[in-house]
Structures are given as C-alpha cells and as structure tokens.
C-alpha cells in the first residue's frame, strides 16, 4: 500500500505541537531531527519536514496528502493564488495568535479609516491586501519577511501588521493593537480523503474530542439524580449502579464534553454528590 505523505514544520513554534499530537493518534517515529522524509513504524505514512511557508505548496502541488501549518500561512498562500488546491480538514487547536494591525502609541487612532494613505508594513500582503479592500481603504503595503515592528521606528512605514500572541512584541516596539485582521490557529490541511486519510481524521478527532473531555464519578442518593445531570455540563446519559448494602444510594459515571471547573464541583457536592473523583480521558473512539 503507497504511504500518505504528511508535511510537518520542521523546526519553528508549531513542530512540538505537531508531533505531540501525531504520537497521540499512535504514530511511531524515530526522531525527525535532521531528516526531510521521517516514515512511521505502524501505519503508512512519512512525515515531511518542511518549512511552514512551503506546506501550503507541497499539499497543492499533490507533493504531500496533508500538511499541518498554521491558518495564517494557510489563507496568505490562498488569497495570493499559490496554493488553489487545499482544504481546511480540521481545526487543531493550538499555535494560536491572529493577524493585528497595530500603530506607534502616539498615534492619534480614530478607527479603521485612520489607515487611508498609510504606509504599512507585513510580511502577509496578501491577507493585508484582501483586508483592506473589503473595508475600502486605499493604504500602501510595504511587504517585509520578518522583524516587522522596527518598521515604523526606522521611518520604513506608519503601521503594522503582524502575527501577535502576547502583544509583548509590539509592546517593546512602542507600537499599540488596534485591529485584528484574523484569528489564526494550526490546521491539518489536504487535497482529497481516501482511506487511510479518513483512518488518521477518526484517530485525531478522538484526541481532540478526548483532550477537553472528563470522566467524573461520584455517589449520590438515587433522588439527587436529575439535579445532579442538570449541573455538569455536556452530559448525555449518565451510568446508574447500585451502591453494594445501601439500596437508596447510587454510583453516577459519565462522561462530559468540557473541562470541568471547581464551581461545578461545588454545585455537584451541594446538590448532594459525595466522592467525586474527574480524570482525563486519553481516546475517544465514536
Ligand atoms: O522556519 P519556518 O519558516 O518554518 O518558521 P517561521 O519562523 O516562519 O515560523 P514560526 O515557527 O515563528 O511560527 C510558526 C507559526 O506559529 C506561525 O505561522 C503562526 O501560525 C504560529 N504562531 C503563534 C506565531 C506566533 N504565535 C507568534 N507570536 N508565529 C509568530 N509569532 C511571532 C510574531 O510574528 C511576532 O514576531 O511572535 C512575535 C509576537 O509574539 P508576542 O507573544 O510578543 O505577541
Ligand atoms: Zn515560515
């Protein structure tokens, strides 16, 4: 059976993620330390170790099945007509940070119309571009591959337009967020399913699905029953058993969609649950 080819970034803020989550849908791989082509022991697949930029090419191009890049990467090489072939397949989750406009903190922001005429400076012109032309502003793009927010500080543009997490970046460049253009967060992308695609989206639904998902148990009288479902959230039909010697008293276990809070466990114990115990789960399987 020919092996899917997956890209991966290989060295940057999202190939941690990237692995950790292969190995969690059981993925075995030697180290990819070094090596473009890394192939799994038990499932037919290599991994390609790419730079992020290129991934969005390699799955278009039909060079890779899939790739994992952020969605930033993923809609710049859209909107500037390189990469035409690709579909989102699913949200990831992490590598999260969107695209901001941001200005020096002097500057007097008066809302978007603030940017006409401005010279601004991105290393995603494309997504700029598109941006400015849906709120009707006519702005210079200064297109720039990195190291943005010096910009405005050596008279190269007015404004910026940058990937922000924290904000302590434009924060140390005196520049202030005004505008976000997107959210952005790493995605799995591909070109068309077949079976062993469809065999690798199951597995990383059920981490996804798995990693905010609890198992809570605890006992309680059968009367607390119904209050005790209308507390935790995402819950669909709870197991009932029997406390061994106490035929008023009940074990409930069930599983819940979100992470469960300290509140929450307040409400359960106030309605009268008692032992309650949360686990994570590690695979869901639907
Ligand atoms: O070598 P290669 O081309 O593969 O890597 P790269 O240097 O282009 O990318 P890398 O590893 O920096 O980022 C990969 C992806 O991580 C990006 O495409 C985003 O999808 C995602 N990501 C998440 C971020 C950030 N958060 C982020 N904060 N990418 C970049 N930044 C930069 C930002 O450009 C700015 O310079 O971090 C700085 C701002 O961070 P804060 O926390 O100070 O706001
Ligand atoms: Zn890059």
Redesign the pocket.
């Known amino acids: 059976m020919p092996s899917l080819n997956l890209a991966i ?7 941690g993620d990237s692995i950790s989550l292969l190995k969690r849908c059981g993925l075995n791989f030697d180290s990819p330390e070094g090596r473009l082509i890394v192939p799994c022991n038990d499932f037919p697949l290599n991994l390609l170790m ?4 290129d991934i969005p090419s390699y799955v278009s191009r039909g060079a890779s099945d899939l790739g994992i ?5 993923i809609e710049e090489a859209r909107l500037s007509g390189l990469a035409p072939e690709m579909t989102i397949l699913r949200k990831l989750g992490f ?3 969107r695209l901001s406009i941001a200005v020096p903190n002097a500057f007097n922001w008066e809302g978007v119309s603030s940017l006409q005429g401005l010279r601004i400076a991105t ?1 995603y012109p494309s997504s700029l571009e598109n941006y400015l032309r849906r709120q009707d502003i006519r702005a210079e793009i200064v297109p720039m591959t ?4 010096i910009a405005p500080g050596m008279g190269m543009a007015d404004a910026v337009c ?9 924060r ?1 460049n005196g520049l202030t967020e005004v505008l976000t253009v997107y959210e ?3 995605v799995l992308i591909g070109r068309s399913s077949c079976k062993e695609t469809d065999r690798l989206l199951l597995r990383i639904d059920g981490v996804l699905k798995a990693q905010h998902s609890r198992y809570i148990m605890m006992n309680s009288s059968r009367s607390a029953i119904e209050t005790i479902r209308s507390i935790a959230p995402g819950l669909s039909q709870p197991t009932v058993m029997p406390l061994a010697g106490d035929s008023g008293r009940v074990a409930i276990h069930m599983v819940s969609s979100e992470n469960i809070f300290w509140e929450t466990l307040e409400k359960l114990k106030a309605a009268g649950a008692e032992d309650i115990l949360v686990l994570p789960i590690e695979k869901i399987m639907m």
């Not at 970034?9 to 190939?15: F, I, M, N, Y």
């Not at 990195?146 to 927010?149: D, M, N, W, Y």
């Not at 940058?162 to 434009?170: E, I, N």
């Open positions: 970034q290989k060295s940057g803020r999202l190939s790419v730079r992020d930029d890049a952020g969605l930033n990467v590598g999260r940070c290393s990195g190291s943005v927010e940058d990937l922000v997490s924290s904000g302590a970046t434009l140390s952005s967060e790493a």
